[in-house]
């Protein structure tokens, strides 16, 4: 029998914000606990969706290989959340693997339980379907952004969304190091060493924390956000981005050094 503080920890999960405490209750009793070890798959790209991860602690990072060996990284994800929705209305398989960067704690709901909600509810049905869209609105703007603005911005970007989750303190952990972040914006490792400089002459980061895969202290969120606007002026903003785009010219070679492990979202 769980007891209160075990299930009502799926309300805070947006996906089942609207449920009411007996599906709550429900959901929790179906549902599995897995927990995953720093760098072991939750799942892998393809895979069968049969069930809806819950992420209830820790971090977990997306990615996907492409036949030629590079890895696109789509981000990461901290509880409480839920996992790769899309896969599990689709059928399709996953969308991406799933690995674990710090210790994570997750309920894995069957995607029976968890599609007879939707086709009971209405309220449940609409609340996914807003959450979905305005996830799909995201990521096409975060596509948009990965064309159109140069990686100073990017990166500029990234670093004040991270600072917006709660319990940062001022700090932005990277996932996993510059090579995962060059991964997650789409450039190379040494453009993104150098906008990172950049950043950190200017005064507007601290140098980044030694251990659990560092972090990033912001020191002046206002000055950054004028780096992240497409127009913004500041040091470093007139550098051309035809120099840029030939730094990312560099990542068709060399790209798969480094990157065997088969990870992501």
Request: hydrophobic letters at 35%; glycine letters at 14%.
């Amino acid at each position: 029998m769980p007891t209160a503080a075990d299930w009502r920890r799926l309300q805070d999960v947006p996906l089942f914000a609207a449920l009411p405490e007996p599906d709550l209750r429900r959901l929790w009793d179906t549902s599995v606990p897995r927990h995953y070890a720093p760098g072991e798959t939750l799942r892998g790209r393809g895979s069968p969706a049969d069930h809806l991860l819950i992420l209830l602690d820790g971090t977990a990072s997306a990615s996907a290989t492409t036949t030629t060996g590079r890895v696109v990284r789509f981000g990461t994800w901290t509880g409480p959340c839920a996992l790769d929705k899309v896969a599990l209305l689709d059928g399709a398989g996953h969308t991406a693997t799933f690995t674990a960067l710090t210790p994570c704690a997750v309920r894995a709901v069957p995607r029976a339980r968890f599609t007879a909600l939707l086709d009971d509810s209405a309220a449940v049905r609409a609340h996914v379907l807003r959450l979905l869209a305005g996830q799909a609105r995201a990521q096409q703007e975060r596509f948009t952004d990965t064309a159109t603005l140069p990686c100073e911005a990017r990166l500029a970007a990234w670093l004040l969304d991270g600072l917006s989750q709660a319990g940062t303190d001022g700090h932005v952990s990277l996932p996993g190091g510059q090579r995962e972040l060059a991964d997650l914006l789409g450039v190379t490792r040494v453009t993104v060493n150098r906008a990172l400089c950049r950043l950190r002459r200017d005064g507007l980061i601290g140098p980044a924390d030694s251990g659990g895969g560092g972090r990033i202290r912001v020191l002046a969120p206002e000055l950054l956000a004028l780096r992240a606007a497409p127009d913004a002026g500041g040091p470093g903003q007139g550098r051309g981005r035809g120099q840029e785009r030939g730094q990312e010219r560099e990542r068709g070679q060399g790209q798969g050094q480094g990157q065997g492990q088969g990870q992501e979202r």
